[in-house]
């Protein structure tokens, strides 16, 4: 029982617990992560995409207060709980901002609300437009934390839904980039000769190619979209994995470990797989980290060029690009935030890899 503590696995355990940084971060990952999958339960918007509009109030700063008088849709939509917990809910309800009502006996007359001291359009609606004619349970005061977009959308409801595409891409970006990574450089590595050469011709062809260029290029073949970006992404990052794979295979078959696999018979396959993949599995970790962070720049640097995640869906990249000019009109913050998640998360597995790199380097 005592083996555990003193394994190689324990040892780089209790140094990874030692760092700070690297639990901190650790635990803000899996903190973004759940919040980016149980999104739509957790933001005030549980619309598709966050996506409720109300012009008469963009641009709000955070806190903004305003009255909410829902107008209940006569098509109904048969939705699952699953479906509404992970895609949203397909509601043809209205929101309108108001800032008086009077309830009378058959209608209520309310007011539209205007900015900069105007005053809205007075409208009249008959109680009966409403389930058992109780408008109260449909008139409510709702809060923006972060305030609202130049659309009147609630920001932290983007914020919240926006989290997925960064969060949900790293996953998938360094999932294909390890298949195919790991995959090609175990080959290069692993028989050498012609095969070497020709997955290393590959690898300088693709290494030679910017990064951002060769994820436009996939992206326009491809076509602009959600699983479009993910794959180009993930197709740009195979050959650092590749490359350190092949190093780490070349000198790890030469181990007696190997050598003993090989005379007891076993499959080239078998000995990659079995016995030499799990022996340099640490600097892989290591660089995926690095990936993962990498991969949520490239994604959010798509979609501030228009060609990631498309509208009406939430992207931090997008939605820094649709505010940079706020800016400079005095609501900066429409662009900080987005931009300070993005720099949180990046930084989050930048932390984390340098805390995984320290606790499974043997020497220290």
């Given at each position: 029982?005592g083996?555990t503590s003193?394994s190689?696995?324990g040892?780089a355990l209790q140094?990874?617990?030692?760092s700070?940084?690297g639990?901190?971060?650790?635990w803000f990952?899996?903190?973004v ?9 957790i933001a005030?918007d549980?619309?598709q995409n966050?996506?409720q509009m109300h012009l008469?109030?963009?641009s ?5 207060k305003?009255t909410?008088?829902t ?9 699952s709980?699953?479906?509404i917990?992970f895609f ?14 009077i ?18 359009l ?7 437009k409403?389930?058992?004619a109780d408008?109260s349970?449909?008139?409510?005061e709702?809060t923006f ?13 983007r914020i919240?839904?926006g989290?997925?595409i960064s969060?949900?891409?790293g996953?998938?970006?360094?999932f294909?980039?390890?298949?195919i990574g790991?995959s090609?450089?175990?080959l290069?590595?692993?028989?050498g000769?012609?095969t070497?050469?020709?997955?290393m ?16 290029a996939?992206?326009?073949?491809l076509g602009k979209g959600?699983w479009?970006?993910?794959i180009?992404?993930?197709?740009t990052?195979?050959?650092e994995?590749?490359r ?7 000198s790890?078959k030469?181990?007696?470990?190997v050598?003993a ?7 080239d396959i078998r000995?990659i ?5 799990p022996?340099i599995?640490?600097?892989v970790i290591?660089?995926?980290a690095a990936?993962f962070a990498?991969?949520?720049?490239i994604?959010?640097?798509?979609s501030?060029?228009?060609i ?15 505010h940079?000019n ?5 609501k900066p913050?429409?662009a900080l ?6 720099m ?8 984390i ?6 606790a499974l380097?043997?020497k220290?």
């Amino acid at each position: 029982m005592g083996e555990t503590s003193t394994s190689l696995t324990g040892l780089a355990l209790q140094k990874f617990k030692k760092s700070f940084w690297g639990v901190l971060s650790f635990w803000f990952i899996v903190t973004v992560g759940l919040l980016s999958v149980f999104a739509y339960v957790i933001a005030p918007d549980s619309s598709q995409n966050a996506n409720q509009m109300h012009l008469s109030i963009h641009s709000k700063k955070p806190g903004f207060k305003v009255t909410i008088l829902t107008l209940p849709s006569t098509i109904k939509t048969d939705q699952s709980w699953f479906d509404i917990m992970f895609f949203g809910t397909r509601s043809g309800d209205d929101e309108i901002p108001i800032s008086k009502y009077i309830i009378e006996e058959h209608s209520i007359s309310y007011i539209e609300y205007a900015s900069d001291g105007l005053e809205g359009l007075q409208k009249t609606l008959a109680l009966d437009k409403f389930p058992n004619a109780d408008v109260s349970a449909f008139i409510s005061e709702k809060t923006f934390v972060f305030g609202t977009d130049k659309y009147g959308r609630d920001l932290l409801s983007r914020i919240l839904v926006g989290a997925r595409i960064s969060f949900f891409i790293g996953f998938v970006a360094v999932f294909i980039s390890l298949v195919i990574g790991i995959s090609l450089g175990s080959l290069a590595g692993y028989f050498g000769g012609k095969t070497d050469a020709f997955i290393m011709w590959i690898i300088n062809v693709t290494w030679s190619i910017p990064t951002l260029l060769l994820v436009i290029a996939i992206t326009l073949v491809l076509g602009k979209g959600f699983w479009q970006v993910f794959i180009a992404v993930g197709l740009t990052m195979w050959v650092e994995v590749a490359r350190v794979v092949r190093g780490q295979i070349i000198s790890a078959k030469e181990m007696q470990y190997v050598t003993a696999a090989r005379a007891l018979g076993f499959s080239d396959i078998r000995i990659i797989t079995k016995h030499i993949l799990p022996n340099i599995m640490a600097p892989v970790i290591v660089i995926s980290a690095a990936n993962f962070a990498a991969a949520i720049l490239i994604e959010s640097g798509l979609s501030f060029l228009g060609i990631g995640a498309q509208p009406p869906m939430a992207s931090w990249g997008a939605m820094i690009k649709d505010h940079y000019n706020y800016i400079i009109l005095g609501k900066p913050y429409l662009a900080l935030i987005p931009g300070i998640c993005i720099m949180s998360l990046v930084m989050a597995f930048m932390l984390i890899g340098n805390t995984l790199r320290d606790a499974l380097d043997v020497k220290r």
